[in-house]
């Protein structure tokens, strides 16, 4: 992650708001100008060096959103352009390729009222749900799919998330760090017990032993199930406590490959780190004896192990679909759970 892709690189919450005020300013003027759609042809991507009318469509937009400079008339994919289209790609949340096609160009095609009234709404939430946090912080943003850790107005530390599917989506809360717990159990949720685990069970009576998990009890007229420490258990070997009523928590995965998608909502509500060994390691350093080895060391002892943090730490579990880093750029992420849908119907 490039180090200004984040909500809080240097600023304070009252300027974050400053800078998205500007931003709708800029798209205000922006509105006057005409903003037909932009259409590709049969040929759906362009890369360096080829040639096209409507690579000239999108260098005139891209000049007027800020990304590319200079008023061009050519339909050559330059060098230029694709310096342009990286750029673009980054702020919107894109792999980063370089290459004109189908998801860049529907970024390209969002109207401006739309992305006016979505900076609205964010700086709605920067004043609803923005903390000033002095200390040492951590934020998780779900359309960004990214957790920052912040000491001060300084990030430390940020990852890659996956977080919670639209059917069992992340909640959006603040709370306090306490604990990590090595090689822990993974104590299975009822609704999983109930809609996987079961069914799974009539197919294979194996499953539980090929799944390496245990019936440890009865709760609620369902088996209460809990998988084992190990390479195959779901929370993979660590994670994180904040105790909430939502039962959310950061966790490591023996799924790896999902950190390779650019959208990442796949879990039943709690985040999934991709970095879980660094996260561990920062919020130890303190503590002379918990040194990487012996971190590692308790990560792969397969008996389960909870460490009280000596100062909680503050956790915001945040949804922000637009923001301006650091170095002035401005951001757009997809409104993966509706929620900014729903406040505009609110607000109308």
């Known amino acids: 992650m490039r180090s200004d892709n984040n909500i809080q690189t240097k600023d304070s919450i009252n300027e974050q708001y400053r800078h998205l005020e500007k931003a709708v300013e800029r798209y205000e003027k922006l509105n006057t100008e005409s903003w037909p759609s932009i259409t590709l042809s049969a040929k759906t991507t362009y890369k360096l060096n080829e040639k096209a009318p409507v690579i000239k469509e999108i260098k005139q937009r891209l000049d007027l959103l800020g990304d590319f400079r200079g008023n061009e008339d050519s339909e050559v994919f330059n060098q230029k352009l694709e310096t342009a289209v990286k750029k673009f790609q980054f702020r919107h949340g894109l792999e980063e390729t370089g290459i004109i096609n189908a998801s860049l160009v529907k970024q390209l095609n969002i109207p401006l009222e739309t992305r006016i009234s979505q900076l609205r709404l964010n700086m709605e939430r920067v004043l609803k749900e923005g903390q000033e946090n002095p200390?040492?912080?951590?934020?998780?943003?779900?359309?960004?799919?990214?957790?920052?850790?912040?000491?001060?107005?300084?990030?430390?530390?940020?990852?890659?998330?996956?977080?919670?599917?639209?059917?069992?989506?992340?909640?959006?809360?603040?709370?306090?760090?306490?604990?990590?717990?090595?090689?822990?159990?993974?104590?299975?949720?009822?609704?999983?017990?109930?809609?996987?685990?079961?069914?799974?069970?009539?197919?294979?009576?194996?499953?539980?032993?090929?799944?390496?998990?245990?019936?440890?009890?009865?709760?609620?007229?369902?088996?209460?199930?809990?998988?084992?420490?190990?390479?195959?258990?779901?929370?993979?070997?660590?994670?994180?406590?904040?105790?909430?009523?939502?039962?959310?928590?950061?966790?490591?995965?023996?799924?790896?490959?999902?950190?390779?998608?650019?959208?990442?909502?796949?879990?039943?509500?709690?985040?999934?780190?991709?970095?879980?060994?660094?996260?561990?390691?920062?919020?130890?350093?303190?503590?002379?004896?918990?040194?990487?080895?012996?971190?590692?060391?308790a990560m792969n002892s397969r008996k389960e192990r909870y460490v009280t943090l000596n100062q909680p730490i503050p956790v915001s579990i945040s949804y922000y679909t637009a923001w301006v880093d650091g170095s002035g750029n401005i951001h757009f992420r997809d409104d993966i759970y509706g929620r900014d849908k729903r406040m505009i119907s609110f607000d109308e």
């Open 135 to 297: 200390g040492t912080h951590i934020v998780a943003n779900i359309p960004e799919y990214k957790l920052h850790v912040y000491e001060g107005n300084r990030e430390v530390l940020s990852m890659d998330i996956v977080v919670g599917k639209t059917s069992n989506p992340t909640v959006v809360f603040s709370d306090q760090l306490e604990q990590v717990v090595f090689s822990p159990y993974w104590n299975i949720p009822e609704s999983i017990v109930r809609n996987e685990i079961l069914p799974a069970m009539k197919k294979n009576p194996r499953y539980l032993k090929i799944h390496n998990m245990e019936v440890i009890g009865t709760k609620n007229g369902l088996p209460d199930i809990r998988q084992l420490p190990g390479p195959k258990n779901a929370l993979g070997k660590v994670k994180f406590l904040f105790p909430n009523k939502y039962n959310i928590y950061f966790h490591d995965t023996p799924v790896k490959s999902l950190f390779e998608k650019k959208t990442r909502a796949f879990s039943h509500g709690c985040i999934r780190l991709s970095q879980p060994f660094e996260l561990a390691k920062f919020l130890l350093k303190d503590d002379p004896k918990w040194t990487d080895a012996a971190i590692q060391s």
